[in-house]
């Protein structure tokens, strides 16, 4: 008797149950099939059918939880940036003192409100919150102190004109400017494509011959952020300006400031001519790896999700290293662990590189002061100060910008390199000026070890009343 066939009946037939057993199956397939097809079906519908709009957006609209209503992934990921604990071995959003972590700070802004108030940002839902509370905006200040850090900026840019608003007072702007960073900023309400809504990086990208219109989707993924997170200044004291005509590297920045003759800030001790970086994050990331290879911003920062079908991009703006599984590990294939050192290494390298920095220029700030406290001429400390105004954009480049150099790992190394070598060489012209003046000994150094002392020995180099550097 064969295996592969049911026994026979004494007539040669099949038995009774074959048929309907071979109906069953049949049928059984004929279902899951059909399943199966409609399963197919239905995510395919559900990732192609466009965002339900149950309420229509105005042009200017700054309310994040109206375009909440039309695209509700999006804005409940956005809302997670209320998170105020997140960290990273170098970063987060959590509540943080840069003054009181690192004193040193306080000698290399003194002279600017940085060395008074400096603390870490949070996330984009506190933007209004936190530059509203920091004492580095006093009565004095301008409109263009909100530019960055809302959704009403756009459409008052809109009324008021781009210059009027720059030039208004900025309590003056206050009850008008309510919500925070969010969609308005980067997307068009009509068709939810990404533009640029801040005059100053279409002004910055004219300058080098370019227009948003002509960027790729991709690129638009990372000049959103640009419209923020870059270098700018106050010309005239109030209209905003990203330095790029010269182009986005650290010396061609400086060769802009040089030309243009623009300052912070004076130094309080060695009355160097200082320019304070302001978070070059575009400008660092554009010379690394991740943008040569065509990876944007948000490709990292914002990676896409799904919930079923669903293709979204989180809002959630925060570090790759809070979630490296759905950030990292969709190019690198190494385990999250892995990822994680691998990134952090890098940063304690920069970050150490940043430190032997802040060591060197605080120490030419006191040498240059006490220069001149024997008697040396501004004309004969020029160059020493020179060298600390490069030396210290140099330094701040790196140091104002998110991610501890892991933007551009090799760039910010030689960036810090950099600001070492001229500040040592500054420290070298004052030992000279000082030993024409008979002083061979090193100029003594007060003790900045804490933040309170640190700032009452600017305060005392502020008040004219500083204390004596000579040996």
């Known amino acids: 008797m064969s295996l592969s066939t049911p026994a026979a009946t004494p007539s040669g037939r099949p038995p009774r149950w074959v048929g309907p057993a071979l109906l069953a199956l049949v049928a059984a397939v004929v279902v899951l099939l059909g399943l199966l097809a409609a399963s197919i079906m239905e995510r395919r519908w559900e990732a192609q059918q466009p965002a339900l709009i149950v309420r229509p957006l105005a042009e200017w609209e700054p309310d994040n939880a109206a375009w909440g209503e039309n695209y509700p992934r999006e804005h409940e990921s956005y809302l997670r940036t209320r998170g105020a604990t997140t960290r990273t071995k170098f970063g987060g959003s959590f509540p943080r003192d840069y003054l009181d972590e690192d004193p040193l700070l306080v000698v290399l802004y003194g002279g600017s409100a940085f060395s008074k108030d400096y603390r870490q940002a949070r996330g984009h839902y506190y933007s209004v919150q936190d530059v509203a509370a920091t004492k580095r905006v006093g009565p004095a200040a301008v409109g263009t102190c909100w530019t960055c850090k809302s959704t009403d900026v756009p459409r008052l840019m809109a009324a008021m004109g781009a210059k009027e608003f720059y030039a208004a007072k900025f309590d003056d702007l206050r009850p008008q400017v309510a919500h925070p960073i969010g969609c308005q900023d980067c997307h068009d309400p009509r068709t939810m494509t990404l533009r640029i809504t801040r005059p100053a990086l279409r002004d910055a990208l004219a300058a080098r011959a370019r227009r948003p219109e002509d960027a790729a989707h991709q690129e638009m993924r990372s000049l959103v952020c640009a419209q923020c997170h870059a270098e700018y200044y106050f010309r005239e004291g109030t209209h905003l300006v990203f330095p790029w005509a010269k182009g986005l590297s650290v010396e061609e920045m400086i060769a802009y400031y040089d030309e243009h003759n623009f300052t912070d800030y004076t130094h309080a001790v060695s009355k160097a001519a200082i320019v304070k970086a302001q978070h070059p994050d575009y400008e660092l990331y554009a010379s690394g790896i991740h943008a040569y290879r065509g990876v944007a911003c948000a490709d990292c920062h914002m990676p896409y999700r799904t919930e079923g079908a669903v293709k979204f991009t989180s809002h959630h703006v925060q ?52 220069a001149a406290q024997a008697g040396s001429a501004d004309a004969d400390l020029a160059g020493a100060r020179r060298l600390i105004r490069h030396a210290q954009f140099r330094w701040d480049y790196v140091a104002s910008s998110n991610g501890m150099g892991f933007h551009s790992p090799q760039e910010a190394m030689r960036i810090l390199g950099e600001a070492m070598k001229e500040a040592q060489e500054s420290r070298l012209l004052a030992a000279r000026l000082l030993a024409r003046r008979g002083v061979a000994a ?24 500083p204390p004596s550097l000579l040996p």
């Open 442 to 465: 090193e100029p003594k150094h007060p003790d900045v070890s804490t933040r309170e002392k640190a700032a009452a020995v600017v305060a005392a180099f502020a008040e004219g009343r």
């Open 319 to 370: 570090s790759p290293l809070l979630d490296v599984a759905v950030s990292c590990a969709v190019c690198h294939r190494w385990s999250e662990e892995e990822i994680r050192a691998r990134v952090e290494v890098v940063q304690a390298k920069t970050a150490g590189a940043k430190a032997s920095a802040e060591k060197a220029l605080a120490a030419a700030h006191f040498d240059v002061a006490a």
